[in-house]
């Protein structure tokens, strides 16, 4: 019988150099796995002169280890802070291993509300699709938490974090550092990988916290999935694909359509995304039953 060592089979974080001491982590945009330990994402490294923050902490304990041993290949300096942009599985199932390391873990208030409300399901779902690489996964939720915004200082570098409403999840936040003009969305934005609508199912809602955190002009986007990139392509993959749904199921809902109509909708022109043959219709029927209730 062949037993695979997961250590060795793991998949590895791809490390995208942004600027000077800023980075992307960027995971697989396929399906969590027990050899991406959940890690189908894209994290954020920022390393100040006092240590590191990192945006978003994995799927995982592994998983987590797995960023941490990404991180350790640019620097020694301790994680001081964590930053959750989010409720979904693998923005904040790692914090329990950053914890004891002694690292601070933010979040907005919402996220931390959504983190305590499906921990039990993440843990559930990622159970059945990561098996033993969940193992010694502990849910810690964020510690510190604001509502709207929230300004944080390390090591001479001045973040700020930004709270608009419901995206993929109801607690999304967006964070930006002025001094290099890069923004780290978490799931606001997905980049090669086509976005589910998410458990917060509200697409109008995602569209207008996707145009506050264009407003910014950045130079540089860190997303929640996929490459970093900048605002033209993010906007490409995600605010025009939500924009094209909700204009065609406007016209279905207009003409007294239903659902099965709204299935069929041909997204071919977003097909470039990867995943759209097992998400595409769901996302349109997502968006019309919402659209359908709202009408």
């Known amino acids: 019988m062949l ?11 791809e490390i995208q150099k ?27 490294v ?6 590191v923050v990192l945006v978003d902490s994995g799927a995982s304990y592994l998983g987590a280890k797995q960023i941490h041993k990404a991180i350790q290949t640019l620097t020694d300096k301790p994680i001081k802070i964590v ?12 914090n329990d291993y950053f914890q004891k390391l002694g690292a601070r873990i933010i979040a907005s208030t919402k996220a931390q509300a959504d983190q305590k409300a499906r921990a039990d399901y993440h843990m559930t779902r990622l ?18 938490t604001f509502d709207d915004k929230k300004a944080i200082e390390l090591g001479g570098v001045n973040l700020e974090l930004y709270y608009f409403g419901p995206a993929h999840t109801e607690g999304d936040i967006f964070i930006y550092m002025p001094s290099e003009a890069v923004m780290f969305t978490g799931d606001i934005v997905f980049n090669d990988r086509m976005l589910g609508i998410g458990p917060a199912r509200n697409s109008q809602s995602w569209i207008d916290v996707f145009e506050k955190m264009a407003s ?43 659902m099965l109509e ?7 022109e977003f097909h470039f995304l990867s995943g759209h043959e097992a998400i595409a219709g769901k ?6 039953e919402k659209m359908e209730f709202d009408y």
Do not use: C
């Open 127 to 144: 159970g059945g699709l990561i098996g033993d690489s969940l193992k010694g996964t502990n849910p810690v939720f964020a510690i510190e």
């Open 18 to 44: 942004i600027s000077d001491n800023v980075y992307a982590l960027e995971g697989e945009t396929t399906q969590r796995s027990p050899t991406n330990f959940g890690n189908n994402s894209t994290h954020g």
């Open 262 to 268: 709204a299935s069929k909708i041909d997204q071919s």
């Open 46 to 51: 920022i390393i100040t002169d006092e240590g």
């Open 283 to 288: 996302n349109a029927q997502w968006v019309f």
């Open 3 to 13: 037993v695979v060592n997961i250590s060795i089979a793991q998949a590895a974080l």
């Open 216 to 258: 910014f002009n950045p130079k540089h986007i860190v997303p929640g999935h996929g490459s970093a990139s900048d605002l033209a392509t993010a906007t490409k993959n995600t605010q025009s694909y939500l924009i094209f749904l909700r204009d065609k199921i406007s016209k279905i809902l207009d003409n007294d359509g239903d």
């Open 83 to 94: 930053i959750n942009t989010g409720g979904q599985d693998h923005r904040w199932l790692g």
